[in-house]
C-alpha cells in the first residue's frame, strides 16, 4: 500500500520545526528530578496513528510558567536550528509518534498542577485537540476538574506509573474509550 499523497489527505502539514534538536525533552540533561512520559496515538478503530504531532507545555517544577528560551533557537552559524541548550528547563516539548504511533517525552514533575497540558494535531483532524495528562498522586484527586468527570471519563486523563519515574499515557481520538478532550471556546 502506498501512502496517501497532499491531495488524498486533509492539511496541514507539519514539517515545519519537526523535528528539532531536543524536541521531546524539555527537562536538562542528567537531571535527577526528570521523568519520562510515553504513549501511543490510537485512532478511532484502535489502530496507532504514526503521524500524529503532539505538543505538551507545563510549568516549571517551581510553578514558574515562563520559561526558558531556546526551544527552537536558532544557530546562528548555519541558521539551522540549534535546540535546547541542555541546561534549562524549556516547559515546552514537541514530538512526533514513530511508526508505530508511540511517543516520548523526557521532563519535570510539573509545579503547581498536577498535569501536563497536551495538544494533539493528527489527520483528519481540522483543528488540534486539547487535553491533560495527569500524574498520578493527592494533587491529581483533588483537581477540580478531575472530579467533575464520571470515573471512567476521568481515568482517560490518568497517567500510570509503568516504572519509578516513568508515566504511560495513550490517547485515544475516538472509540468507547475516547481521551476526554478540553473545549476552550
Do not use: K, N
Not at 496517501?4 to 486533509?10: E, L
Not at 519520562?36 to 489502530?47: I, K, L, P, R, S
Not at 514530538?95 to 495538544?119: K, M
Not at 482517560?156 to 478540553?182: C, K, S
Amino acid at each position: 500500500m502506498l501512502p496517501p499523497t497532499p491531495s488524498q489527505t486533509v492539511g496541514p502539514f507539519y514539517g515545519y520545526a519537526l523535528p528539532f534538536p531536543g524536541g521531546p525533552e524539555p527537562a536538562p540533561a542528567g537531571h535527577p528530578e526528570a521523568l519520562t512520559v510515553h504513549g501511543t496515538v490510537y485512532d478511532g478503530a484502535g489502530e496507532p496513528v504514526p503521524d500524529a504531532l503532539l505538543e505538551l507545555w507545563q510549568p516549571a517544577p517551581d510553578g514558574g510558567r515562563a520559561g526558558a528560551p531556546g526551544s527552537l533557537r536558532r544557530d546562528p552559524t548555519t541558521g539551522g536550528f540549534a535546540g535546547r541548550d541542555g541546561v534549562a528547563f524549556t516547559g515546552f516539548a514537541r514530538v512526533a509518534t514513530d511508526a508505530d504511533g508511540r511517543w516520548a517525552v523526557r521532563t519535570l514533575p510539573p509545579g503547581g498542577v498536577p498535569y501536563l497540558s497536551l495538544c494533539v494535531f493528527a489527520r483528519g483532524l481540522l483543528h488540534h485537540l486539547y487535553t491533560r495528562i495527569y500524574l498520578p498522586g493527592p494533587s491529581a484527586e483533588a483537581d477540580p476538574l478531575l472530579a467533575s468527570l464520571a470515573p471512567e471519563r476521568r481515568a482517560t486523563l490518568l497517567a500510570h506509573e509503568t516504572a519509578p519515574r516513568v508515566h504511560r499515557f495513550d490517547v485515544r481520538l475516538q472509540g468507547p474509550e475516547e481521551t476526554v478532550f478540553l473545549d476552550f471556546g
